[in-house]
């Protein structure tokens, strides 16, 4: 179907070389990469196939699976879902690539990106909670906010609360925002302007729909759960995230596993149980769903919970932070009581009573997707406290500004056999990303995603990393696990080097957030010596705005962890340095890396060539492949573990990247 069209497309008369001779801006340079790319992915897709592709940066990835997604929508006549893993993708291929690719083929593509319905603001529950008594606020804050939002209702076009300007209280957005369990459908009184239908709908006759992998792997549990792929009904908001689909494309592909973990297990938060207590009724302000008089045994219920909720959730803070471990694994079933489980179930029955005697629509289904939203977070507490679930790991995270909520994560220890049945089965799966092989092989990558029949495909870089990189490597660094403070102090000497060499320009990588601020009041007094501005990740900005700032600011340097490994593009001269601190093997107390490793060895297998050594070298590859975004970026490289050179594994990360200059030190 596909094939002939993307060949044609990539051949001798291709558009792509029309539009470099008469586009301003637009530069073509024939690639066999891409070429290669888009005839294996078009292939695939004919053929029904998975396949698994390595593109490093340059090859242009995005046109070879857009060109032959676009063809196959046509020819089956139901969408493409692209799904990636950062917004700067989305953004891409929303904002320039299919416009681009439009302008092109002379055609108008469908394309549309997929949300949440949290993400949309729902006029039922607005005009609703205007309503009412403003008294019956949760809080007086909220009445400005609540104002703010009715202007703002009047005039958005697509109700995304991206597009809100300012912030907004979490407590009023999840009092209008469109909820699972809450739409009338067409017995509302807005459905005709209401704006998630408005997207669903736009979503359902795209020929390419692009998502995210959170929301990819939320539908696919979903779906999972209901026993179909996708929803082919637009109208069926309730239960629909993605439509019915022809092919899935997950492009940055080296984060799948740990977002499919993620996102294919539970999770129960003190947050959302005593935001949904509040939602109920509030002791303190009498205001809430249930003040009705018929409601007065939920009432009741409601504060019983949260009294014991309180408490519960006090008593688990302080125990944890004596721990002084964070996150905190949870390997004992019934070592702590579930004191809410009993409480939560009493107010289940009682919910379910009202709900039974409401005649009003509205109010009967508020209440039914609040009761709802209890049980599941009942469910996932009753989970994690038995461990009821073989194969999975538990942990606790403190979590918020000041540490006091808690997340009750429930995760699969081994995301591939919930994988080879929840999405290969149903192929075809194109899967690409700049970094998915391990010395020359992708069958890591393939096992721990459960791939293994995919077919596979590693393309060679288009770049001169010969010419544009010089890697500087340190072989006499202090050990960093035996010696960690000799060895920050003599990484502070050398970072120092290395930014006066190049004035800043420059990221310099960490594996843990500990290490990265011992080293960062090293550098206080150089950087502003040096007229060096140093950022500093979680202090002040978000990731993002770091990011923006620092492709403005002369003289820039970035002291991040996991969020600068991955996913940042920063072509130019603005990052001509990637100092690597430590070679990124996962922290081995983390509960997930911990409970991987032991499955590693419970099954026969050498758990540090199987497991923590390829997963530390695709993450390797991700910060080295920082510095080199276009043809014409040049810079260095500087790696401060000695281990890389040291240790007979440290040739497996040296064999992983491209071939170039090296410089000991």
């Known amino acids: 179907m596909s094939v002939a069209q993307t060949e044609a497309f990539f051949g001798a008369d291709s558009p792509l070389r029309l539009a470099s001779s008469t586009k301003a801006g637009f530069s073509y340079e024939p690639r066999p990469q891409q070429v290669a790319m888009a005839k294996a992915v078009a292939e695939a897709l004919d053929d029904g196939a998975n396949l698994c592709v390595e593109a490093p940066t340059g090859v242009g990835k995005t046109f070879a699976y857009l060109v032959p997604a676009y063809y196959y929508a046509l020819a089956t006549g139901k969408p493409v879902v692209v799904s990636t893993h950062t917004i700067n993708l989305q953004e891409q291929i929303i904002g320039r690539d299919i416009p681009l690719l439009e302008r092109m083929l002379d055609v108008e593509i469908r394309a549309e990106v997929a949300k949440g319905r949290g993400n949309y603001l729902c006029l039922r529950r607005l005009n609703q909670l205007a309503d009412m008594d403003q008294t019956l606020l949760p809080d007086d804050s909220i009445l400005g906010e609540l104002g703010r939002l009715l202007r703002w209702a009047e005039k958005t076009s697509n109700g995304d609360r991206g597009d809100f300007p300012g912030g907004l209280s979490p407590v009023l957005w999840s009092s209008v925002c469109c909820e699972r369990g809450t739409c009338t459908n067409k017995q509302c009184t807005f459905y005709r302007s209401c704006f ?23 539908a696919l549990a979903m779906s999972n759960d209901d026993g179909v792929s996708g929803c082919a009904d637009p109208e069926q908001v309730s239960d629909s995230i993605l ?28 947050f959302v149980i005593l935001r949904l207590l509040g939602r109920l009724y509030s002791d303190e302000r009498k205001t ?3 003040m009705a008089e018929s409601a007065a045994p939920a009432r009741a219920a409601v504060s019983d919970c949260r009294r014991r909720a309180v408490l519960f959730f006090q008593r688990l803070n302080d125990w944890l932070a004596d721990q002084r471990q964070n996150p905190l694994r949870y390997t004992v079933p019934g070592h702590i009581n579930n004191y809410l489980a009993e409480p939560l179930r009493r107010l289940d029955y009682e919910l379910r009573q009202l ?13 039914t997707a609040a009761a709802d939203e209890l049980k599941d977070q009942c469910a996932a507490l009753d989970s994690f406290f038995t461990m009821e679930l073989p194969e999975y790991v538990y942990w606790f995270e ?37 970094t998915l092989a391990v010395d020359g092989n992708i069958g890591y990558f393939q096992h721990r995603l459960g791939a293994e029949e995919a077919r596979t495909l590693i393309l060679d870089t288009p770049f001169d990393f010969s ?30 080097h290395y930014l006066r060499l190049t004035h800043g320009r420059a990221f310099v990588l960490f594996t843990s957030y500990n290490m990265m601020h011992e080293i960062a009041m090293r550098l206080e007094d150089f950087c502003a010596e040096e007229h060096l501005t140093m950022m500093i990740q979680g202090e002040g900005m978000t990731p993002r705005k770091m990011l923006e700032s620092f492709k403005q600011t002369e003289g820039a340097v970035i002291l991040g962890t996991a969020s600068f490994w991955t996913g940042v593009d920063v072509p130019g ?28 060895e419970r099954e026969g297998r050498n758990s540090f060539f199987e497991y923590s050594l390829p997963d530390a070298v695709l993450k390797f590859r991700q910060g080295f492949g920082r510095l080199i975004r276009t043809k014409d970026d040049t810079g260095i490289v500087v790696i401060l573990d000695s281990r890389i050179v040291t240790k007979r594994y440290g040739r497996v990360f040296l064999n992983s990247i491209p071939a170039c200059p090296v410089e000991m030190f």
Do not use: W
């Open 196 to 218: 998630l239908m408005k997207v669903r709908r736009s979503v359902h006759q795209a020929q390419i729909v692009v998502a995210n992998h959170a929301l990819f792997f939320s």
């Open 243 to 270: 439509p019915d689909y022809s092919a899935v494309i997950l492009d940055e592909g080296h984060t799948l596993e740990d977002c499919a973990a993620s996102h294919l297990g539970l999770r129960a938060d003190t």
């Open 288 to 290: 809430g769903m249930l």
């Open 355 to 367: 709900i039974q005697r409401e005649d009003d629509q509205s109010t009967k289904q508020e209440l």
């Open 398 to 434: 403190r979590q918020g500004r000041d540490g006091q909520d808690i997340s009750f994560n429930v995760v699969p220890v081994d995301v591939a056999p919930i994988m080879r049945g929840m999405l290969f089965s149903r192929p075809p799966v194109i899967i690409t990303s700049a």
């Open 467 to 496: 010419r544009q990189v010089t890697l500087h490597i340190c072989n006499h660094m202090p050990d960093p696990r035996a010696a960690a403070e000799a060895f920050q102090e003599e990484a502070a000497k050398y970072i120092q």
């Open 573 to 600: 001269d603005a990052l001509s340095n990637v100092i690597i601190t430590r070679l990124p093997f996962a922290v081995p107390d983390h509960p997930l890396s911990a409970a991987r490793t032991e499955k590693a």
